[in-house]
């Protein structure tokens, strides 16, 4: 199966990619939170930078990379989310 | 407090100069007898012969607001005699002195509030999708990343021997 999401991107990660947002982008589902990973670099190599310091966030929920799988729907948020810097 | 006074967790973000006054009377209530508040401002910081200038901040709105809701839950489940909890949050660029975030919360009496708002902003800081760039006098800038982060300053795996050394 295969779900349209909306790709959101933060901080360092638009730099790298020049974007700030894409959609809709065809993901398949269910899906590992790295394969999900592993698309978004394939889009974007530059994200690369982010190993190993970065999470996503699915419909607002972080989701850590690696062996956690999600189910994806049409018009969900897919995130990328460097280190946090608020306060 | 009376039991019609409804709890009150309220976020804001703006990019607009923040208010401590707005902020206090947020949580105001004849029930308590202590309002705690922290402010963070921004530092003029010197890195690396670069002086720090201002800050730029972006946030993931709607879940930063959904998290926020998570932390008052939190603070409630530890402290359950918290009243009110305000947190105003700048976005865009905050210059040096400024506020970047003031956040005030409200008790009975003055323990709990303490403790709660130390708690509060070091889970704003490791929770809420929030960042912040440096921006130097050189025109340079950098994304900074908390040591809240569960995600940050990770370790990297130490380097293999390399050949020419006898293991």
């Not at chain 2, 009150?8 to 309002?35: H, M, N, P, Y």
């Not at chain 2, 930063?64 to 865009?92: M, N, Y």
Request: with cysteine.
């Amino acid at each position: 199966m295969s779900a349209q999401v909306f790709v959101l991107y933060f901080a360092k990660s638009v730099e790298l990619t020049g974007v700030k947002e894409e959609g809709s982008v065809a993901v398949p589902t269910p899906i590992s939170s790295r394969d999900l990973w592993r698309l978004l670099l394939q889009r974007h190599p530059r994200l690369s930078l982010l190993q190993d310091q970065v999470v996503l966030a699915v419909r607002q929920q972080y989701v850590a990379i690696g062996d956690q799988v999600v189910t994806l729907g049409d018009g969900d948020e897919v995130a990328v989310v460097p280190p946090l810097s608020g306060g | 407090m009376s039991k019609s006074e409804e709890r009150r967790d309220i976020f804001k973000l703006s990019r607009d100069w923040l208010s401590v006054q707005e902020v206090v009377d947020a949580v105001s209530s004849t029930s308590c007898g202590a309002v705690s508040i922290f402010i963070g401002a921004t530092r003029e910081d010197e890195v690396g012969g670069r002086r720090v200038i201002g800050l730029e901040y972006e946030a993931y709105e709607l879940m930063a607001q959904s998290e926020f809701s998570k932390l008052c839950d939190d603070i409630r489940a530890r402290w359950p005699t918290v009243t009110h909890v305000c947190v105003h949050h700048r976005l865009g660029w905050v210059k040096v002195g400024e506020a970047s975030v003031v956040m005030a919360i409200s008790s009975p009496h003055r323990h709990d509030g303490q403790q709660a708002i130390w708690h509060c902003i070091e889970q704003l800081k490791a929770n809420l999708p929030i960042w912040k760039k440096e921006v130097y006098d050189t025109q340079e800038a950098s994304w900074k990343e908390n040591a809240e982060c569960p995600w940050s300053f990770q370790k990297k795996v130490p380097p293999a021997a390399s050949p020419g050394e006898n293991v």
